[in-house]
């Protein structure tokens, strides 16, 4: 599928789409900030607020999401087209390219406490102890909470990406941070709360059907269709219909915004099942949802 025209993809705001929720800490994690010249703290500390709290910033989520997708998509696609995909939904280091479409968010420890460990470096070369040093981290069992990830003028099926790549990370498949070998960085995701903001979009004066036209990775065409109790979600692009998703959330909120409207889905088992859904139409129709020229 065709890119629409760099100037145009950020003219403005068609479709925001908001994650907020929870990263447990199965194992201990640790996401450092280099090594450390106070005698105060260990040798490698991890990453706090000004608080004193660690927390998961947005620059770690964005390589662990961006570098995981890859991985994904090497069964489907070639590497040239699994390149422009990710920076048209990333961004790119090409002076073409446009700013990333995802703004991830700080993602704050639970609790302030974090714990040292002492670790070896072994020469190979001497099979002898090279240097002891102290690691900081955070136990397993803390959660880091906050907004995941905001997304603008994104088609949401491929909000499925980031729904594969969480998957991987509840299957302990995959890690975040740093220490990975030595057993630090598995953690489960769990997205509470979607919001879909439609800018300039008002579900009275449209009978509950609206049309939004994304221009990330590609132009596509989403009809939201709002009953009582559902949510559902068609996709087009270039007059071939991609499918339709159906959400059957705890609760819909309706909020009208001085710019548009905000859907939010607030029941996390319906979460997984939509980006579960996504996923499988990406699986189905992967060769003209991936292949970006």
Known sequence: MKRETRDNIFKTYTLLME??????????IRVG??????????????????EGVPVIPGSTLKGFFRGTAARILTSKQDEKSISA??????????ESSHASSVQFGQMVGSSRLVMIRKHIKIDPRKQAVENLFEVE????????????FTIRNTSPLYLGLFGAVIKLANDSLVKIGGFKSRGYGSMRFRIEKLDFILPGKSLTQQGGKIDVQTTVPCTQSVQFVLGEKTISLGFFSNDEDLGNVEVVPGKIAKEPLYFG?????TDPPSIEKFLGDCIAIIEKKHRSLLAIS
């Open 33 to 50: 900030k280099g090594k450390e010249q106070s005698i105060l703290e260990a040798d490698l500390p991890v990453v706090k607020n000004i």
């Open 261 to 265: 409207t905000r859907i939010s889905i």
């Open 19 to 28: 994650a907020s929720g929870t990263m447990h800490a199965v194992s201990d």
């Open 85 to 94: 995909l990710l920076d048209e939904i990333f961004g790119g280091a090409d």
């Open 137 to 148: 981290y955070a136990p397993a069992g803390v959660d880091f909470i906050g907004l995941l």
